[in-house]
């Protein structure tokens, strides 16, 4: 994670939008669950309720029905204990009830929350995924949630139970004796500054522990994302380094947190021992006086004791509180990011697109800063026409063609299809009739079949065949150990580069969109195989309009028109064969490929 990055995270936490915009989230979670929340706030109440009431029963049962136990009158005991008994049992009950109520509807709320970050950050545009790295994304999903899990399935319950228990447990004693809650108030005083140091301190190690363990998967996710390019540049040593850097940074600033917890929860222990020392010596001279009952005495140490427990708990729950807002303020932060491609409000139809593409006065820049990549310039592809782009690398061919299938919009003019602004096109019917081929021909999970049968899924077993026939990939899949059930990660599943192209070839195949664009997407195949594509290529380019991008002159030349890009536009236009008479760029490409081939 760059500084910068880390910047915009610590940002947030500090930004007073970003609790608006947690609370929104919360609410928003919350919504289709109040009625079940409002029960589990009644259940926390009366689970309270019962738990103060013990100690008042005993000072009763000491006070009033001991002595008339004594007198031979044996109701009052009975009863007292009865209601001791029955009360226990009651918190139990709640105690119960709450635990589960809690951890279902917590978990409930959480799957939701999953499914919104995921649904979401998949839709997000690829402009996104480049300055938002692959390990934040992880990180959201997992330790984000993870603390969220905490404060949803237990933090909240226990912060306000503890909260409600000091509250009754401070009402008790001042209904019991108003000079010992005096007491114990003053005693209050020193606890004071000291939860306050404690927040803050643990606050901020915290804040320290979220960023050095976002740091660990960052450092994790792109040691192994680039395992390649780390084994063969041997950076294991270095990158060892950096990550054992990290981690011992995390280890420090747990420490520290933990030594934190260390200070105050002992801390407070004394204060509360000294309350119950002090009541208990006030109480005993009381007591002695005649002025206070033996019962009230213990009830009130009793009170005082657990008075002080829930501090300790406050104090825990406090900073899981902490980060669960932060973990909110971050996944609430992402949600809210807008899609940078957005969707039309009100998309034109375009179910079968003809296939013909315009740009008018288009110019593109990847950020409102970056130089411009496209200088404003004119183009029409009519329907059907094959379209070679070549240009040194870096010229912006890739751009082009992405602009083609809407990765990202144009910073100026337009560009349509069939006439329409692809800004007004749906995703669904944009993507149904321009398919992007790529360098990488990523493969899902699942069979050999079942990756080709991504381009079109209600397609049939036949349909899968005949596109690998047609794209000339039958052969290698025939050979696989279970031919179009391979599955691609097994063993043996396993499929070069190559393959991988003439796959993601038949998957093209089978959408059979009105544009197809292929982006270095023969750069794998050999020159036999892409012999045996080109074949399929001049079948399947036949009637729909196509981008090629390829650095073999070979797949260019089947092309129906060049196009040169270079110098943020277009340079050279026309046929193959006019380029060549023209004398220029493409001319000069072309010669040097003549004489490698007779060198060859
Ligand atoms: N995601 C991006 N963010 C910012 N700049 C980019 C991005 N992708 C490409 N560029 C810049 O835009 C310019 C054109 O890149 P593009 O990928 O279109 O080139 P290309 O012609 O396809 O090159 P190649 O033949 O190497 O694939 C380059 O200068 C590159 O630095
Ligand atoms: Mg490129």
Not at 355 to 360: A, H, L, N, S, T
Not at 480 to 505: C, E, H, M, W
């Amino acid at each position: 994670m760059s500084v910068q990055e880390d910047a915009f995270d610590t940002q947030t936490v500090d930004n007073r939008a970003a609790r608006k915009r947690s609370l929104r989230l919360l609410k928003s979670l919350a919504r289709p669950l109040r009625w079940q929340l409002v029960g589990l706030a009644f259940m926390v109440i009366a689970s309270q309720l019962t738990l103060a009431a013990g100690p008042w029963l005993i000072a009763e049962g000491i006070d009033t029905a001991l002595p008339a136990l004594l007198e031979g009158r044996e109701a009052p005991a009975i009863w007292v204990s009865a209601g001791y008994l029955l009360i226990t049992c009651l918190a139990t009950f709640f105690t119960y009830t709450l635990v589960r109520t809690s951890t279902v509807l917590g978990q409930q709320m959480l799957l939701e929350l999953r499914r919104r970050v995921f649904r979401h950050t998949q839709r997000l545009s690829l402009e996104f995924h480049e300055h938002y790295t692959s390990g934040r994304v992880i990180s959201r999903q997992t330790s984000d949630m993870e603390t969220l899990r905490e404060l949803l399935e237990f933090g909240l319950r226990a912060f306000a139970g503890s909260v409600l228990a000091m509250v009754f447990t401070a009402a008790s004693i001042l209904l019991l004796d108003l000079p010992t809650g005096l007491l114990m108030l003053a005693m209050l005083l020193p606890a004071l500054p000291l939860t306050i140091w404690f927040q803050r301190a643990s606050r901020e190690g915290f804040r320290n522990m979220r960023t050095y363990s976002a740091r660990l998967i960052v450092s994790f996710v792109e040691t192994f994302g680039g395992l390649r390019a780390v084994q063969v540049f041997r950076k294991e040593k270095q990158n060892l380094e950096d990550y054992s850097q990290v981690a011992s940074d995390y280890r420090d600033a747990t420490l520290r947190t933990i030594m934190v917890f260390g200070i105050y929860q002992p801390l407070l222990r004394l204060i509360g021992a000294a309350t119950i020392a002090a009541i208990l010596l006030l109480g005993g001279y009381r007591v002695l006086h005649g002025n206070m009952e033996v019962g009230v005495l213990l009830a009130l140490v009793l009170y005082a004791r657990r008075f002080f427990q829930p501090i300790d708990e406050i104090a825990n729950v406090y900073n899981s509180l902490q980060s669960a807002v932060a973990a909110l303020e971050k996944i609430s932060g992402l949600l809210e990011q807008e899609p940078t491609v957005k969707e039309p409000e009100a998309p034109a139809e375009l179910t079968h697109a003809r296939g013909d593409i315009r740009f008018e006065d288009v110019s593109f820049r990847y950020a409102p800063d970056a130089p411009l990549v496209l200088k404003p310039f004119d183009l029409h592809i009519p329907a059907g026409q094959t379209v070679a782009l070549v240009g040194q690398t870096g010229a912006g061919k890739s751009t082009l063609a992405k602009l083609v299938s809407r990765f990202y919009d144009v910073s100026g003019g337009s560009l349509k299809l069939d006439g329409i602004d692809v800004r007004d096109i749906s995703a669904e019917d944009l993507h149904r009739n321009v398919v992007m081929v790529t360098q990488e021909a990523y493969l899902f999970s699942g069979t050999v079949g079942e990756n080709i049968a991504l381009g079109r899924p209600d397609a049939s077993l036949e349909d899968i065949r005949l596109a690998a026939r047609a794209i000339g990939a039958q052969r290698f899949i025939e050979d696989l150990p279970d031919g179009y059930d391979t599955d691609v990660n097994k063993r043996g599943g396993r499929v070069s580069a190559g393959q991988r192209q003439l796959i993601s070839f038949a998957r093209a195949f089978l959408a059979n969109p009105a544009v197809l664009i292929l982006d270095e997407a023969t750069s794998s195949l050999d020159i036999p195989s892409e012999r045996l594509v080109q074949e399929g290529l001049t079948k399947l380019l036949g009637n729909r309009t196509a981008l090629i991008i390829a650095h073999r002159l070979s797949t260019v030349m089947i092309a129906d028109r060049v196009l040169v890009v270079g110098g943020g536009g277009i340079l050279e236009d026309g046929s193959p064969q006019e380029l060549i008479a023209r004398g220029g760029q493409f001319a000069a490409l072309y010669q040097a490929w003549q004489d490698s081939l007779k060198e060859g």
